[in-house]
């Protein structure tokens, strides 16, 4: 693994700079006057409702999502209505989704060699290489040949891990990635992402796994309604939230 | 409660020999029965005469209806003028050239068609970029240096395979470019596609030969008027396109919004998202409603009579009025339908297997 702060870049800047980013959907404000920098090796854990605006907010941050006012700096490129802006940051931002999104119908191989081969200019031979060692490290080295629709659930997100992985980026963003497994393919999956963040990926995961959340998270924040509502490390967070509102969901989640 | 686990056991047996099949299958109540025997009768009353009629009684050879017996089919009618069939006006000395046409189309759907034979997608490379152009160089033969032989010397089978060929290999990547219009955040694209989309679907398969015949000359100089043949061609591919464009459509609407999005959170453009991703599964979703497409197209070339091109319907039409063969109508439509069916057959029974994989 190759060391995450790379060189000619200053490791005391933000890699990723939101500045009064706002948003709507129709006449729905789903995003409220978002302030956030995230920096290099940082990683951040952002919880909330559902319906509070932090998956869109994760989807800014790799343009998924347009957002209509304010400012998104990532490693010195800003997102605007340029696509290759929005090409150039999305190759440096990896992101895991909820539902995978694997190609169903490449196999876990060439699911990894894709966009090295055809975005990176990769030899074939060069991306394999590359994929099997990622595929080694989410350990499934194995089951390169089979085709998604034949894996769990569990090893579906951690192949869609690899994928990203495999085109190696600055940043990973995490949109829920354990929402939709079965409970026995959890921690395998967890497991995975609390070795990336050891590693010094610069991560920002939305997820209410707690326990997660507490291991590796060096910032916590909370969304209510499109806005931050808390902002804090995770002992303060867990122990004593300032707002009545995270309060309230920390006692939603915590109690059973 | 067991405190063993149940062992795994083999299923019943629940097959009973064929008389089991058919009582469970075939008479299995009164009223099933009864529908049974209503449609073997009605098999009985139709396929023994007709057989008796198409086969035993027939005559094979001769050079007028004359020769014929009265009682049987006349398909002297058939194999007297097979070659005008086949070959249309295509000079004699020249006919070497339509059958070389006939054997790359042979030899390139053989290798996709049968699984053993490797190298698939070289196959498939060669059956839509070089085949349409060796194919055109043969038939006309002017830049091969051979006799040229225009196209109004071309006739039979050999036309209505041409028109299919050109008009499903155009049409479908017509039809996938106009999918992605309509689907296009670009309001110009989309609206120009969909506009296209519903023009063509909304006009008859004639009117559209008429106009390429008939109209087109009018408002397009004389000098830059281009073949007869290439005019119906280019109709049915503007026509068929627009069906397939909606074929492709309702793949490309199946496939979730996940899928780009994965794409793009990789760095790949559109085009590689479509192409690499998305299309190669919306496609293989589609397959049935190309493949129908594809038979429509196939059966729609003989509409191309009504503008005086002999495809194989049409000639055998013509033959029908010679007067040495006059009252050969059953045995000429049925020979033409029977060409017809042999190659939709065989284009479903592709797509089925293509399904499976």
Excluded at chain 1, 183 to 208: F, R, S, W
């Amino acid at each position: 693994m190759e060391k995450m702060v790379r060189e000619g870049q200053d490791p005391t800047s933000p890699v990723i700079q939101l500045k009064g980013v706002n948003k709507w959907y129709g006449n729905f404000h789903v995003l409220r006057d978002i302030n956030l920098d995230v920096m290099r090796g940082e990683k951040i854990v952002i919880c909330g409702p559902s319906g509070s605006g932090k998956s869109t907010l994760i989807r800014c941050i790799n343009a998924l999502e347009e957002h209509q006012e304010g400012q998104i700096i990532v490693d010195g490129t800003e997102l605007n209505r340029d696509l290759k802006n929005i090409e150039k940051v999305r190759r440096e931002v990896g992101m895991v989704f909820q539902q995978f999104n694997l190609f169903p119908h490449l196999t876990v191989l060439e699911n990894c060699t894709l966009a090295p081969i055809w975005v990176r200019k990769a030899s074939k031979k060069d991306a394999e290489k590359v994929a099997m060692e990622y595929l080694e490290r989410v350990r499934i080295p194995d089951q390169a040949d089979k085709y998604p629709g034949q894996l769990s659930g569990g090893q579906q997100q951690r192949v869609a891990i690899a994928r990203s992985l495999c085109m190696n980026p600055e940043i990973m963003l995490f949109d829920e990635p354990t929402s939709a497994l079965d409970p026995e393919m959890i921690k395998e999956v967890l497991d995975v992402m609390i070795e990336l963040a050891n590693e010094g990926m610069t991560m920002i995961c939305v997820t209410h796994e707690m326990g997660f959340a507490k291991t590796v998270a060096d910032r916590m924040i909370f969304m209510d309604q499109g806005q931050v509502v808390e902002e804090a490390t995770p002992e303060v967070f867990f122990n004593n939230p300032e707002s009545e509102r995270t309060k309230e969901f920390l006692g939603q989640i915590l109690i059973h | 409660m067991e405190q063993k686990m149940i062992p795994a056991r083999e299923p019943p047996v629940n097959s009973r020999g064929i008389l089991g099949w058919a009582r469970e299958n075939l008479f299995a109540s009164p009223s099933q029965s009864l529908v049974t025997l209503a449609l073997l009768y009605g098999l009985y009353l139709f396929i023994p005469p007709f057989w008796q009629w198409a086969v035993m009684d027939a005559s094979w050879t001769g050079s007028s209806r004359s020769d014929c017996t009265t009682e049987g089919a006349c398909w002297a009618f058939v194999t007297a003028r097979l070659d005008q069939f086949i070959y249309g006006f295509y000079p004699d000395s020249e006919i070497w050239r339509v059958n070389l046409f006939f054997a790359q189309l042979a030899v390139v759907l053989g290798w996709l068609m049968i699984p053993r034979i490797p190298g698939k997608k070289m196959a498939l490379v060669i059956g839509l970029l070089v085949l349409p152009v060796t194919s055109w160089l043969i038939l006309t033969g002017s830049l091969l240096g051979l006799p040229p032989v225009e196209t109004h010397q071309w006739g039979g089978l050999m036309v209505t395979l041409v028109l299919a060929l050109y008009g499903m290999l155009a049409s479908l990547p017509v039809g996938v470019l106009l999918a992605l219009g309509r689907r296009s955040s670009m309001p110009v694209v989309r609206t120009f596609c969909t506009a296209y989309i519903e023009l063509w679907r909304g006009v008859p398969l004639i009117t559209v030969l008429f106009m390429a015949s008939v109209m087109l000359p009018l408002f397009v100089p004389e000098e830059i008027v281009f073949d007869k043949l290439v005019r119906a061609m280019i109709g049915i591919v503007m026509f068929q396109s627009a069906y397939m464009a909606e074929v492709v459509r309702g793949g490309l609407q199946a496939i979730p919004r996940g899928q780009v999005e994965a794409c793009q959170s990789l760095g790949m453009g559109y085009w590689q998202s479509m192409l690499l991703v998305v299309l190669p599964q919306a496609i293989r979703l589609v397959i049935p409603g190309i493949v129908n497409t594809f038979i429509a197209l196939f059966k729609d070339t003989s509409l191309v009579l009504v503008i005086g091109l002999f495809d194989l319907l049409s000639i055998v039409q013509a033959g029908l009025n010679d007067p040495q063969w006059l009252g050969s109508a059953v045995e000429g439509y049925l020979f033409a339908g029977f060409v017809f069916w042999l190659f939709c057959f065989g284009m479903s029974q592709y797509s089925q297997r293509l399904e499976k994989h």
